[in-house]
């Protein structure tokens, strides 16, 4: 239902930063809960982060609490993942994806998804 595409993607030192953003189309982006979810080559796709309708929500994985930072702008339809204290494991392909509703880390739950973009962290 909404078109999603990621941005900010790139090479980065470990111990870099990076910020993904995620632009959505159309005027409903502020009834989906928004995630991110990254894909490492011949790995399965897991859950990174999600944020509730209004924002004041957010959950993370274990493996990025703490460095990672999920937020959106309604008025934008804008949503975005800034990555701090990169490391090597965090290399892969992060894409944003829309669902109806939060409360699901699953990406089977999330219906619409962007083309993705390209993390790569160096050691």
């Known amino acids: 239902q909404v078109q999603l595409v990621e941005s900010g993607g790139g090479s980065v030192q470990a111990g870099g930063s990076l910020r993904l953003s995620c632009a959505a189309s159309g005027r409903t982006f502020s009834k989906y809960a928004m995630g991110w979810f990254r894909q490492a080559p011949g790995k399965e796709r897991e859950f990174v982060a999600i944020i509730s309708r209004s924002g004041g929500t957010t959950y993370y994985a274990d493996s990025v609490k703490g460095r990672f930072t999920i937020s959106r702008d309604n008025a934008k339809n804008m949503v975005y993942l800034q990555m701090n204290n990169l490391k090597s494991e965090d290399t892969a392909v992060y894409y944003c994806?829309?669902?109806?509703?939060?409360?699901?880390?699953?990406?089977?739950?999330?219906?619409?998804w962007g083309q993705g973009t390209q993390v790569t962290v160096s050691s």
């Open positions: 994806a829309a669902d109806a509703t939060y409360g699901s880390t699953r990406s089977s739950d999330f219906g619409s």
